[in-house]
């Protein structure tokens, strides 16, 4: 069988390699960093079907993690919705997951190349993989950061919509609330407390205050600059996870879809191995399954996600909250 060289160890390259050796297909991985690592996550896992996690060999990595079954939003200080979650969600820091994962696959025989960047033109060879997470873009003026947070409560997933960004809270394990947000790039604002900073910056003062009481896990903190999102250029070959699709963050569905993107491709990977189809086919037929399966709620979120960073947007949140119909939305953005 001829093997597959996954590039990107994030979660789509990772939970593709554990299947893919569930599947019999000989796969090797090549990872630019190192684990354990913090990624800018909202760490809310929601959607993906367990009987895909179970095929896929991922089950209990996941479904042993906290799980949430509330929510709750406040938009510029004010809270506007209570609600059970329509699915339950997980709650599992990046560290550990990319982790557990990364572990998985060693163990079950995957070959795992760690600290090694692919070069650009490695990426359209046959048989290989993208995986590389979010592509960087021009004129991107989006920041994502997030931070652990020791002795904060938390009241299942809390959402904090501000000025021009919106965080999420989620607890997840070791009594650990993960901090994590999107916002517009504040010229000027820099430095260590970078996430304090943006929420002042964009009138979320109480929240500020509430993580002041408690203390935040310094060395847990990363950022990530200079993206796009939406649908990523597509490029030849066969692409997975963010590198080719970028949900809005505020859905918490774009771990979902790096999985669920892994399990769509596992099968065809396969017959490419088997020599059934050729790598062209794949990556056509993969291209159009990805479009089928993601097309309904990209749009949805795309739409959405402006309503958040304008004052009338805002508004009209805030004031149809109590009668939106948040499950059926829900759930609109997590199914095809
Ligand atoms: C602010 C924010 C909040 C979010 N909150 C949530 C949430 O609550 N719930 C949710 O489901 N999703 C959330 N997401 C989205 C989620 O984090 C991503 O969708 C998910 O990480 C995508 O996984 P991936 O495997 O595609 O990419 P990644 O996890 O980014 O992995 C890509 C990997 O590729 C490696 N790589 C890159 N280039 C190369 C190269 N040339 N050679 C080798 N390796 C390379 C990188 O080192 C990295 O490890 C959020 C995103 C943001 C920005």
């Keep these: 069988m001829k093997t597959i060289t996954i590039i990107g160890g994030g979660l789509g390259g990772l939970a593709l390699g554990v299947y893919l050796q569930r599947l019999s297909v000989p796969v090797r991985l090549i990872e ?57 969600a997980w709650g599992l820091s990046r560290y550990k997951l990319d982790l557990d ?32 997470g979010k592509k960087p873009r021009e004129g991107s003026d989006w ?6 947070a020791k002795n904060v409560s938390v009241q299942g997933l809390e959402m904090h919509v501000g000025q021009s960004g919106y965080v999420g809270l ?5 009594s650990s609330v993960n901090v994590c947000g999107l916002f517009k790039v504040r010229r000027g604002l820099r430095g260590k407390d970078l996430i304090r900073q943006y929420l002042h ?43 080719s699709y970028l949900i809005p963050p505020f859905t918490g569905n774009g771990m979902s879809m790096a999985l669920e993107s892994a399990y ?14 050729g790598w062209d086919e794949v990556a056509t037929l993969h291209k159009k399954r990805l479009d089928q399966h993601f097309r309904k709620r990209m749009n949805l979120a795309g739409l959405l996600h402006p309503l958040f960073f ?10 149809t909250a109590p009668i939106l119909p948040y499950r059926s939305l829900f759930t609109h953005l997590r199914t095809r």
């Design 310 to 319: 304008s004052k009338m947007g805002r508004r009209a949140l805030s004031l």
């Design 143 to 148: 920041i994502g950061l997030k931070v652990h």
């Design 101 to 132: 994962l990364a572990s998985t696959f060693e163990r079950e025989g995957g070959e795992l190349l760690t600290g090694e960047r692919a070069a650009p033109r490695d990426f359209s060879e046959e048989g290989t993989v993208q995986a590389i």
């Design 201 to 243: 910056a964009n009138g979320l003062d109480e929240l500020a205050q509430r993580l002041e009481q408690g203390s935040l896990v310094d060395e847990s903190f990363s950022a990530t600059a200079g993206f796009q999102l939406g649908k990523q250029p597509s490029k030849k070959g066969v692409q997975l996870g963010d590198s």
């Design 170 to 174: 989620c607890e997840v394990e070791n």
């Design 32 to 88: 630019a960093g190192s684990y354990p690592k913090h990624k800018v996550c909202g760490e809310f896992i929601c959607g993906v079907d367990p009987a895909w996690l179970t095929e896929m060999g991922l089950g209990n990595i996941i479904s042993d993690s906290l799980h949430h079954t509330d929510m709750k939003w406040w938009v510029e200080g004010r809270q506007v919705l209570s609600a059970e979650l329509p699915r339950t």
């Design 264 to 277: 769509l491709a596992g099968g065809l990977l396969k017959q490419y191995s088997q020599g059934e189809l």
